[in-house]
């Protein structure tokens, strides 16, 4: 298994503004993913960061909107731009197991923006 | 294609009576199916997986669920409801990750348990 650390764990932010959010995993991992899990609803994939390489974006997803770094094989951050109350999510990083596609999660970032 | 689809949004037990939360599966392959749950303002936590071999698969916590080609459900069953088993259940369908599978959630199952 891997233990994944996210900060900040929550954070009320005003509209207009940005928010970084980090994941730091215990162990070197190839592929990361970012997902947002809106209120009341499943998650939704954000994107998956490779380290050495650009992220790839879901449908829905841009990296104006959502800026993604991966420096090294056990750091990845989720920028979230230009907040609106409808970015108000939970947002979890997650690393997989590669043959079987079973994930680990972090606790999450709970953002609300007013 | 996958997809995977959780056919109760809330199921109420009371404490001490049998679980059946129920999910739904679509895939043109043979894939990697997973129950994860989710306690309130908590991570999601892996209960169980099937990845192909034994159809019944015991999880964590009394939890286990089936894997049923023929019906391409894998319900997920316990016993006997706890308190502490309150919370959110998200089915997922996925396969390796290197081979470019999506990994699919279910829209969860809300689980309420009564004293």
């Known amino acids: 298994s891997a233990v994944i650390s996210q900060k900040p764990s929550r954070d009320i932010c005003q509209r207009g503004t940005s928010l970084t959010i980090q994941c730091q995993v215990d162990?070197?991992?190839?592929?990361m993913f970012w997902y947002r899990q809106q209120p009341g609803q499943s998650l939704t994939l954000i994107a998956t960061?490779?380290?050495?390489?650009?992220?790839?974006?879901e449908s829905g997803f841009v990296i104006d909107k959502f800026p993604i770094s991966r420096p090294n094989l056990t750091f990845s951050t989720l920028t979230v731009s230009n907040m609106s109350p409808e970015d108000s999510s939970i947002y979890l990083c997650?690393?997989?197991?590669?043959?079987?596609?079973?994930?680990?999660f972090g606790e999450g970032s709970r953002l609300t923006v007013l | 294609a996958q997809s995977v689809t959780q056919l109760d949004s809330h199921v109420s037990v009371s404490e001490g009576t049998p679980v059946l939360l129920r999910c739904n599966y679509s895939?043109?392959?043979?894939?990697?199916l997973f129950w994860y749950v989710q306690h309130p303002n908590k991570g999601l936590q892996l209960l169980l997986k099937?990845?192909?071999?034994?159809?019944l698969v015991k999880g964590i916590n009394g939890f286990e669920a089936e894997f049923k080609k023929s019906e391409t459900s894998f319900h997920l069953t316990k016993p006997s409801a706890h308190m502490s088993d309150a919370a959110e259940y998200f089915c997922?369908?996925?396969?390796?990750?290197?081979?470019?599978?999506?990994?699919?959630f279910g829209a969860g199952t809300r689980l309420f348990v009564k004293a």
């Open positions: 997650s690393v997989g197991r590669p043959n079987t596609g079973e994930l680990f």
């Open positions: 162990s070197q991992v190839t592929m």
């Open positions: 960061a490779n380290q050495g390489s650009e992220a790839t974006y």
């Open positions: 895939s043109s392959y043979s894939p990697s």
């Open positions: 099937y990845t192909s071999a034994a159809t």
């Open positions: 997922v369908v996925t396969g390796p990750l290197t081979g470019g599978f999506k990994t699919i």
